[in-house]
């Protein structure tokens, strides 16, 4: 009798409260959210979804402050299985509405032992649209996702083992306290690039500057996600099923500290794929990717624009840095691993390498080792002085250019790479800075990965 009154007082506490998704040609929506108490003390949340696929998300909120309604945290929502945070319904017809549910339990977060039954709780249930997704993306590289719960398999060939998060709380077990993050899944934060208009490049009165860096409109047709940390060596290993850390650890104390290290050992050809029928000038089959990585995932990841790294780089901000800090050595030494701080002594023998992903303050969009640490690769053909006016049929000066990237027919046989690296003086290591001289078959850059932001 007293477990079928709770379950009563439930549902009069838990609304429900269904979110639409964002307008597109088919609206995804939600609608007759219930929530219900089990035995096990775990709670079951319904509802149906109409209209479209979705990627689908759940949060409790509470009546708390002014009768404004207010999350119980995403770092208490870390236990939810079922119908939650992945692409649902890609099979479903929608001739009638898909049925989810999800689970969650809540005595296995900071929740345990709260009675909620006393408190006005509801159950928001948002539908994000697939060209819309939510700020992160979580890719798993270790095996194919299921859910035993559910008894469903979450395999398509929009991503494997991909789970989407609306903020950096939701990540069970904290994004830099789990080691997950560095090992075995691939985390990726929404870059909201669409339309806006920037200046990519240096000003000329910019201290230390290249002249390789013209400063040049450019704008963006679409958001990307890109990856909060570099690629590490463990996460290689995952997507290349080889022993890429075999070898000495030259400069780190044990094999854990190097596996979450930024990888290098990789060319571009060993990334992207080599250029077809030997043509060996620098560029790759037309509309190539990652194809480890997807072949993984099902994923069309890829490496990054010059332009889309410059513009996370920055976050949104003005000058050298790509965080709001002070430009001096101190103030890089805390965004970067430099030629000043990044020297391990093992056994007596000083040695400069990278560090673990991830140690040094985030920029302003929370994404790590923008500079500093290992220099990246991007898609872009290295050129002196980017000539900008003709390379992009004369805009960059009064009209921005869209969407660019140096392909092998405006010219140079060399990559660009990125942010600098952990042997790099501290005030080379800028957002504008461009450095040439990777060569398709060099493995001594690291990167991180991008995809566009929809599915």
Known sequence: ?????????????LGALAVAGVASAAVPRVADVTVTENPDQTLTVAYKLTGAPAIVTLDLVTNAVDGVAASIGGANMWEMHGDVGRLVGLDHDFATPYAGEIRWIPYRTGLKGVDFSSLSVRAKVTAWATNNPPAYAVVRLNREESDAWTNRTYYASRGAGLRFYPSVD?????????????????????????????????????????????????????????????????????????????????????????????????????????????????????????FLLRAKTGIAFDLPTEAEWEFACRAGLEGPANADVDWTQEGADSIAWNTHNATNVIDGVATRVAHRVGSKAPNAWGLYDMLGNAWECTRDIYLDALPFAATFGGKGVSEPVVDPVVLKADGGTKR???????????????????????????TWVGYRVRCDASF
């Open 416 to 442: 660009v790479r990125r942010g600098g690296a952990y042997n790099e003086v501290w005030n080379a290591n800028r957002a504008s800075a461009r450095g040439g001289g990777m060569g398709r078959k060099d």
């Open 1 to 13: 009798m007293r477990r079928r009154n709770r379950r009563r007082s439930w549902g009069a506490a």
């Open 170 to 290: 939701y990540l069970p077990g904290g994004l830099l306290e789990n080691d997950a993050y560095r090992k075995d899944f691939l985390v990726m934060k929404r870059v909201y690039a669409a339309g806006v208009e920037w200046v990519m490049g240096s000003a000329t009165n910019a201290p230390t500057r290249g002249l390789d860096e013209v400063p040049h409109l450019v704008s963006f047709s679409r958001d990307y996600y890109l990856g909060v940390f570099e690629m590490t060596f463990r996460q290689r290993q995952h997507i290349q099923g080889i022993g890429s850390l075999s070898y000495a650890f030259n400069g780190y104390p044990d094999f854990d500290e190097k596996a979450v290290a930024p990888c290098y050992g990789l060319s571009y050809d060993g990334l992207r794929g080599s250029a077809a029928d030997g043509d060996v000038s620098n560029e790759p089959l037309p509309g190539t990717d990652l």
